[in-house]
């Protein structure tokens, strides 16, 4: 119901605004902003002691980025991803170093991973707070109005997480890859995706894989 | 010491009882009839004397004075009895004459028909001479009309143009020019084509006379005071060039095909190379579906290649045109604007020197 919700003030958000989204794209903005609502459709896996079965959930992502279009600058991103308490949540807030066609991707977050003691039972449940170094690149097909784009990043553990354990360090760490291609209504801001993304992640040598196909819609403004 | 000169002249002319004393304001009017009197009671000698004391400081006698002055020594180098006649001393001063007035005639008082013949030949042998002769001293002028109507005046028909520059600045503007007459009149202007011309400041008016026939040029000088400061105008913005978008398109295939293929090969990259490594791995199946947005990138690749073709980028027209139509807009208010400022500068034109 949440989730319906979401995705229907995206879509009132995105129909709403393509007049503004015309003049804005009739500025030619040397800035490139993007905001995204997607649907991930999920499918998990979590070591433990008991058997490796995939879990599937539905997860939704909400994503902006604002940074050059062309020339090489400073951009900012951010990303929440999850819903619901039983889901792996996801959140973080990027620096970007470079342009839309190409940047470097620095920054912090925290992901929710396994309580070690329950593994199994509670595969979601602990906060880890991470630094990612990672790139990005989105790149246009020509005239078309498609384009692709795609991330990887690496993430480290940072700080300390709220569970006190006998475990040890948590030593989490991580990856993530995600590419899409999207289309974007020509002479609106109107833009529709389809994505894939992997992230694995490990904490108290407990892995965790988590791969998606990702629907989403969203908003671009600033020249393609 | 041109002073002095003039000062002993005047308390002798004070001093002195006049034979045929007329009230006169202006005593260098007195000494001046002192000479055209000379001249009539045939005293020569006294005249010419007198007439060059006078001329000694000509640069302190109006302009009528000196013509005056001039004929009436040109009377008196070449007066009808012969033997005492010098007809290049005379010439001399008609040329003279001629400099300051182009237009200048003989004096009745003066006139025979030696001295006429002699006129006539110092008109043809004179250089080309042009003056500017104006029946104000000063007038307001404002932006959007022209200056009342200055006569100039040269020895023989020529194109007249009359022009300012600043004092000390280089730049010529040209306010009117004439078609060839001995003639004419031309106005100031305060602005013209958006500039403004006059502002507070001293000025030199020159008026230029070309004469077409004969190719010679002469050039008069005289001084202008200007008071009115020049309105400020907002600059005309200009179309900024990196704003319009390519409106042709150029097909790039192999650089899309680049593009699609390397993203849809990540695909498969990653969906494989960030699986989690141990029993994940090991007792499950990397996640289908990765092919599908894979292949999803190579059939959108595929189509973009099919749909890059040349031709023109209707929506960059489209929003070239608008840019276009935005700042015509701009450069039409600014324009519009800067017109009425223009047309409401106001500026007082005083003549602080004549032409010599």
Sequence with gaps: ?224 | MRALLLALLFSFVALRPARAQTPQSDPVDALIRRVVNAVNDLRYTDAIREGRELLSAASSLRPQQEIRLRFALAAAYFPEAEGVQSPDTAVMQFERVLRIAPDAELPAVFAWSGLDSLFTIARARAPLAAVIRPNVDSFALRGDSASPLIPVVASRPVRFRLSTRRIGGAEVTHSESSTPSARAELSLRAVDGGRVLLESGEYELLLTAVDPERGDTVRNVSRLRVEGAAPALTPVPMLDGARIRPETLTPHPWRIAAVGGVMSLATFVIADGMRATGRIATESTADSRAGLVGLSILGATGWAIWADRAGTDAEAVRLNAADRAVHEQKVTAVTKENARRLAAHRVTVQLIGGGR
């Design chain 1, 1 to 224: 119901m949440r989730q319906a919700l979401l995705i229907a003030i995206v879509f009132i958000t995105t129909g709403c605004g393509s007049a503004l989204g015309q003049r804005v794209r009739a500025m030619q903005s040397p800035v490139h902003a993007s905001f995204s609502a997607e649907i991930h459709d999920a499918r998990s896996f979590a070591d433990s002691v008991g058997t490796i079965a995939p879990t599937s959930s539905a997860l939704i992502s909400l994503d902006f980025a604002l940074q050059p279009v062309e020339r090489n600058g400073i951009g900012i991103a951010g990303r929440l991803i999850g819903l619901g308490a039983d889901a792996p949540g996801f959140a973080e807030g990027s620096i970007l170093l470079g342009s839309r066609r190409f940047a470097v991707d620095l920054g912090l977050g925290s992901r929710t991973g396994p309580d070690p003691d329950k593994p199994d039972e509670n595969p979601y449940d602990i906060l880890f707070p991470f630094a990612k170094i990672g790139v990005r690149s989105r790149l246009n097909l020509g005239q078309s109005p498609l384009s692709v784009q795609f991330r990887a990043a690496r993430h480290a553990g940072v700080g300390s997480n709220e569970f006190d354990s006998n475990f040890g360090a948590p030593d989490a760490a991580g990856w993530a890859g995600e590419t899409s291609v999207s289309w974007t209504r020509p002479g609106s801001p109107f833009t529709a995706s389809l994505g894939y993304r992997i992230e694995r992640f490990q904490a108290y040598r407990i892995e965790q894989e988590l791969s998606a196909l990702t629907v989403g819609v969203g908003m671009v403004f600033g020249r393609r």
